[in-house]
């Protein structure tokens, strides 16, 4: 392996240490405490009395379930060029949608399951082509858009839940729980995290055949690297970034059904996005790469749940995680995703 | 109608609409010498903390403020040097800013204001008074429209005229304007260009921070969590909507103003015999700023060295 490589690695964990290990002491834990919290949170090791290993596997592997697509979202248009700051509105709209697939009567127990998961795919994915359309055909920058449409999203859903699809058994702002027929199993007895899981990891390897082994995939990458050049090799650039958002949307809308079919159930007020922000930094930690992106998403997940460990142990504030993530975020576009300079700039 | 629409609804949007404007135009003085600027949210988040930690320890507002702009150009400058010294992507550095500054601010208001609240001390900060408008207050609209303002929502009223002046007649106004458009060329023709881009996002940062004091300083007294709640990209789309202009800007910052007075003022109310859900009427900047992007309102062109 390059050995500028590596250092430039091996530098980067440091400073991620550092302000680990700064931000445990500010928080007032001494940092044997600290870091044994967030290991036992992370890797459900050394032992604890009050987390067992598989509460702590349960977590991360729950956690990584949702970073894993949002994170795979960012990185199949960032293959094309484009930057998906959206996969938060296209979780929502996902999520919103299989909701609302799930709680219909009268659908047959095999066919349930998958229309719901794929009901919540599709509308993630329209949402995200409605900012391929405006940057295809208007020029519209996809940044802003998907801003805009994360917001919109927002407001859109919550308007609904509170609305129109509100569980009429309650007064609370949230659906009613999907039927039993439109839920995921868990993968075991022990374990509480559902075959999502293992759906999402499928999506990754199916991904990286695509992206690395067929043509599409192929042009998908040189539009991203440059599309003027595609075009003249005779890719169908447009048509290439309007299918990457496409599948960007589909993978955070999958994200947003497997929660909702999953973990948590049904869409409430309130549901979380900010699995559709830890995508980027899942992404470009993973430099795009649905292979690596299975280790960093494990590696944020892990992040997570340790943090959110030490928070619930000693009081610690749990954006710690959040903090790390962005000193992350910055080093590593620093320091890998540096621009050509442009001779004269 | 009557009881809809009058001055006080105005007056109310002049307020919601202050830290909007401050925060467009300091996305305005970034994006014009080429430098995308998406951590305007992280900004502004962070100065609405700084300013009501500033003001909370001294019992001044006016240290609070300069706090404020502080920690915003400080959150600038490492825009500024991860863009132009490490050349970072223009908006992955933005996302990580914003990221930043929600871990932060939230980390260092639970170790710092929590306490004190547990404590039951108060943690509600001496904000600016209202000024004192005097005899205009007799005067006709004007006066009903000062009343109760902070100076700076004079100030941010005021500031998209002055920058408007300046970009147009001073030399580091037309330099500004080489910079946007073809940083290549106006290096060769001798303009510093780091220097000037340095400035601008410097700037940026300095007008968002003063936009968060504003919430903390004159508006909620009182930091809380997230509490800039999405208005550094309403900003951002103000900007895109005013075309890159500061007056362009600063109006279409106090029209999103106007729907969010609005939307306070209906709170359920029916408006022309029509119910308005309030998701609905929060959720139109951002829908307009789509539409204005589709074109329907003429072109929306970016300064052309936008990113570089």
Same mark, same amino acid.
């Given at each position: 392996m390059d050995r500028k490589w590596l250092g430039q690695a091996v530098l980067g964990a440091l400073i991620v240490l550092g302000v680990l290990s700064l931000l445990i002491v500010l928080s007032g834990q001494p940092l044997s405490v600290g870091y044994v919290k967030i290991l036992q949170g992370a890797l459900g090791w050394p032992p604890s009395e009050t987390l067992t290993p598989l509460d702590a596997w349960d977590s991360v592997l729950h956690d990584m379930t949702l970073v894993l697509l949002t994170g795979l979202s960012v990185a199949v248009a960032l293959q094309a060029g484009l930057f998906n700051i959206g996969a938060a509105g296209q979780l929502l709209m996902g999520a919103m949608v299989a909701s609302w697939v799930g709680v219909q009567q009268g659908i047959p127990a095999p066919v349930h399951l998958p229309l719901t998961l794929g009901a919540g795919a599709l509308a993630g994915a329209l949402w995200g082509l409605i900012p391929a359309l405006l940057k295809v055909w208007?020029?519209?920058h996809e940044v802003i858009s998907t801003i805009m449409f994360n917001y919109i999203a927002l407001y859109l859903t919550h308007w609904l839940v509170i609305e129109?699809?509100?569980?009429?058994? *309650?007064?609370?702002p949230q659906t009613a729980p999907v039927l039993e027929t439109a839920q995921l199993a868990p993968l075991g007895a022990f374990l509480s995290t559902t075959w999502g899981f293992v759906l999402a990891v499928a999506m990754a390897l199916g991904f990286w055949l695509v992206l690395y082994r067929t043509v599409w995939g192929y042009e998908l990458r040189a539009t991203g690297a440059n599309r003027d050049a595609a075009e003249a090799g005779g890719a169908p650039t447009r048509r290439r970034m309007m299918e990457s958002m496409l599948l960007a949307g589909a993978f955070a809308g999958l994200a947003g059904a497997i929660e909702v079919c999953g973990a948590s159930g049904r869409f409430f007020e309130g549901f979380p996005t900010d699995y559709g922000f830890d995508g980027i930094a899942v992404a470009l930690l993973g430099a795009n790469n649905p292979m690596l992106i299975l280790l960093s998403a494990w590696v944020m997940s892990a992040l997570r749940s340790g943090t959110y460990n030490l928070h619930s142990e000693t *009081?610690?504030?749990?954006?710690i995680a959040v903090i790390v993530q962005a000193v992350l975020i910055l080093y590593v576009a620093a320091v890998y995703l540096r621009k050509q300079r442009v001779e004269g700039s | 109608m009557g009881e809809v629409f009058d001055l006080q609804l105005i007056n109310t949007a002049m307020r919601q609409s202050t830290p909007l404007i401050l925060a467009a135009l300091g996305g305005l003085m970034s994006e014009r010498v080429g430098v995308v600027n998406i951590g305007l949210e992280g900004k502004i988040l962070m100065g609405a903390f700084a300013g009501a930690l500033g003001a909370l320890f001294t019992g001044s507002p006016w240290i609070g403020l300069v706090c404020a702009i502080l920690v915003g150009l400080t959150f600038a400058l490492i825009h500024a040097v991860a863009t132009q010294?490490?050349?970072?992507d223009h908006i992955v550095s933005g996302v990580a800013i914003n990221l930043l500054a929600l871990g932060l601010s939230t980390y260092l208001f639970r170790q710092i204001i929590v306490p004190l609240e547990e404590q039951g001390k108060s943690s509600v900060v001496q904000g600016f008074a209202p000024i004192r408008v005097g005899w205009l207050s007799e005067v006709p609209i004007l006066g009903a429209l000062l009343t109760d303002q902070t100076w700076l929502v004079v100030f941010a009223f005021l500031l998209p005229i002055a920058l408007w002046y300046l970009l147009r007649t001073t030399r580091w106004g037309l330099r500004v304007y080489a910079v946007g458009n073809d940083s290549v060329k106006s290096r060769t023709m001798g303009v510093p260009v780091k220097r000037l881009r340095y400035l601008g996002v410097l700037l940026s940062g300095a007008f968002a921070g003063m936009a968060g004091a504003f919430l903390t300083l004159a508006s909620a007294d009182q930091f809380r969590e997230n509490m800039s709640a999405g208005r550094g990209f309403i900003a951002l789309a103000a900007l895109i909507f005013g075309r890159w202009h500061p007056i362009g800007a600063a109006l279409a910052a106090f029209a999103f103003g106007f729907f969010e007075a609005l939307q306070m003022r209906l709170q359920g109310q029916p408006l022309f015999g029509v119910q308005l859900p309030t998701d609905l009427l929060l959720m139109l900047p951002y829908l307009l700023t789509v539409i204005a992007l589709m074109g329907f309102l003429g072109r929306m062109k970016p300064p052309s060295d936008l990113g570089n």
């Open positions: 208007r020029g519209a129109y699809l509100k569980d009429p058994a *309650g007064d609370a *009081g610690a504030p749990k954006e | 010294e490490l050349r970072t």
